[in-house]
Nanobody
Framework: VQLQASGGGLVQAGGSLRLSCAAS????????MGWYRQAPGKERELVAR???????NYADSVKGRFTISRDNAKNTVSLQMSSLKPEDTAVYYC????????WGQGTLVTVSS
């Protein structure tokens, strides 16, 4: 199983970005899928996750600004990020969780002030 993330980049504060992550390989039926991020000098933190049934959880710091979605048929998960702030700057990692947690490669999001 491989997870491929895309969509990072440089954006000004107040702007938007959309991250996408696609799972491929062996049959992959994830329970939760979601996104973590890690800023320089900080621990990795959960940004958002979504269950197979569509239940979502968000970090307090992104509530109302980020929206997570998934397509179970395509095994993809996306993160729409709006009203971005410089403190959102981080490497974002997607993941999919079955009995094992699978990780995508990180994608860098840089928000300039």
């Amino acid at each position: 199983v491989q997870l491929q993330a895309s969509g990072g980049g440089l954006v000004q504060a107040g702007g938007s970005l959309r991250l996408s992550c696609a799972a491929s390989g062996s049959i992959f039926v994830a329970g939760f899928m979601g996104w973590y991020r890690q800023a320089p000098g900080k621990e990795r933190e959960l940004v958002a996750r979504i269950s197979r049934g569509g239940i979502t959880n968000y970090a307090d710091s992104v509530k109302g600004r980020f929206t997570i979605s998934r397509d179970n048929a395509k095994n993809t998960v996306s993160l729409q990020m709006s009203s971005l702030k410089p403190e959102d700057t981080a490497v974002y990692y997607c993941y999919g969780q079955t009995s094992t947690t699978y990780w995508g490669q990180g994608t860098l999001v840089t928000v300039s002030s």
